[in-house]
């Protein structure tokens, strides 16, 4: 199952902050975050690998929570640059492959205005 | 110094006709992904490479078959396109069996007549 996000859509003034939300139904052993601005591919934000983790990328961070199976990120000051779609991802071991293939959630649109 | 390449950037095909997407790396990757995604959703996994193994999705339609002919590229064949399979199709890559970042490629938009 695809992890849900929440909200679904959020704008915001410059300067003002947010959290965006993402959960899973299954166990998440990783969470990624990405931004999609339209038109482009997804850049990679930040991987959290461990539960309780948190990390920073410049004015955005995450926080992992393993056992609640919840990630959250984290704008604050918000710059018209983060205008765009945000995704949580979570990976899946792919037993026949040993390696791991990504489940993106539903995604946040957000909108960053002057 | 791009690192994932897609070619074309765009493709018009008809109703029916074969096409085919390309990607390449320079980044030497042993796993390779290909993404579907539509207007206002998430990209949504087709299939993937390690190395020369395929694995395919339990949902992805018969109508889609991937070549990964050697370690630096990788295809796209719609065999039969249908209107419902107009979206963009991303590419991207992974070194390895960790749980590291994938790197994506610009993608590949297709528009279908």
């Known amino acids: 199952q695809q992890p849900v996000q929440s909200p679904q859509a959020v704008i915001l003034r410059e300067g003002e902050d947010a959290v965006i939300n993402c959960s899973s139904s299954?166990?998440?052993?990783?969470v990624h975050w990405y931004r999609q601005k339209h038109g482009e591919a997804p850049v990679f934000l930040m991987i959290?690998?461990?539960?309780?983790e948190q990390k920073g990328h410049e004015k955005i961070s995450a926080s992992f929570n393993e056992k609640k199976q919840q990630s959250s990120l984290y704008l604050t000051a918000s710059q018209l640059s983060y205008s765009g779609t945000y995704f949580c991802?979570?990976?899946?071991?792919?037993?026949?492959?040993?390696?791991?293939?990504?489940?993106f959630g539903t995604g946040t649109r957000l909108k960053v205005l002057a | 110094d791009a690192m994932v390449i897609q070619n074309p950037r765009y493709q018009v095909t008809q109703f029916g006709k074969p096409v085919t997407l390309s990607c390449s790396q320079t980044l030497n990757h042993n796993v390779m992904y290909w993404y579907q995604q539509k207007s206002s959703q998430a990209p949504k996994l087709l299939f993937h490479?390690?190395?020369?193994?395929?694995?395919n999705e339990a949902d992805t339609p018969d109508n889609f078959q991937s070549r990964r002919p050697n370690t630096s590229f990788c295809f796209l064949d719609i065999r039969s396109p249908g209107l419902g399979d107009a979206a963009m199709y991303l590419c991207?890559?992974?070194?390895?069996?960790?749980?590291?970042?994938?790197?994506f490629g610009p993608g590949t938009r297709l528009l279908v007549l």
């Open positions: 991802g979570t990976a899946r071991n792919v037993t026949t492959s040993g390696t791991y293939k990504y489940i």
């Open positions: 490479y390690y190395d020369k193994d395929f694995n």
């Open positions: 991207a890559t992974k070194g390895g069996k960790r749980q590291e970042t994938q790197y």
């Open positions: 959290l690998l461990k539960g309780g």
């Open positions: 299954k166990a998440l052993y990783s």
